[in-house]
């Protein structure tokens, strides 16, 4: 178990991801999903990390064509849906329609996805990440992130990392792309606790919503560390990993909520409320609320218990 262990501090956890898939779940057509999820990850942090960028566009090959990175993301992951064979409708956020992927209603899933979160931050190497949420059957709307059997990131940085989270087991679990192409079980979290860091996503609000405003106040005034990249998967991984803080999207008459419930909120909700942590749209957890439309859009704050009490409590508490 310790041979492939490239941290010193993870070693004792080291299963594959067939290996840790297998003891989480029974369902073995959940488990095949996961892994073609997988495949087509590495693929694309081998396409992110060789794309030519020129203005604010990434672009790399796929067999003749040339395709924008998020794009090529986007026909990698439906690819990866089809060939799993247990994957009945999926849409994206790149092509927010149903399509019909040929798996099963009964006992098979539908898989919403963000395939490139951050595609603007690709130009300037920033980390990136692909986002999807699994539901059983054959809907997606008239649904909540509550009723996702399986929600996971794809973590493009200076390591690739595969972030995921089941509804038949507790945690959040990382695996790492090793060299030899191998995902490889290395942290879990179950739990989010109190700690002074803040990533404050669409500041202008804080121009005409004065309760954003108080709430960023705050954190400034309470000397919170700021740690914020735009890119909603590196920032929220951040609480997953560090195990504290606070991340916050709010909206405000000028400058609208832009989020996409279904392709990165819910998914996202998911994997921080299975890692111990809490989520909110200012008034309820994001996982409670009704996909009514493929791209219904949310403002939301995820974090510690703490942090979303206070969150609520500064956007619409009577005080
Ligand atoms: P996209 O998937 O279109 O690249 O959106 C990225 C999101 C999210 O990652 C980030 O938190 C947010 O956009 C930042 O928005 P602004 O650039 O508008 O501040
Ligand atoms: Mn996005
Ligand atoms: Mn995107
Ligand atoms: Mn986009």
Redesign the pocket.
Known sequence: KTENCSLVTRCEIGDSLEEFLTKATPDKRLITLMMCMGEALRTIAFKVRTASCGGTACVNSFGDEQLAV?LLANKLLFEALTYSHFCKYACS?EIPELQDMGGPAEGGFSVAF?P??????VDTNFT?GTIFGVWPGDKLTGVTGRDQVAAAMGIFGPRTTYVLALKDIPGTHEFLLLDEGKWQHVKDTTEIGEGKMFSP????ATFDNPEYDKLINYYVREKYTLRYT????P?VNQIIVKEKGIFT?VASPSAKA??RLLF?VAPLGFLIEKAGGYSSDGHRSVLDKVINNLDDRTQVAYGSKNEIIRFEETLYGSS
């Open positions: 998020d956020e963000d490139l979160d951050g595609s603007s931050i990136v996503g669409n500041l202008r735009g890119g909603m998967v920032d999207n832009k989020l990165e």
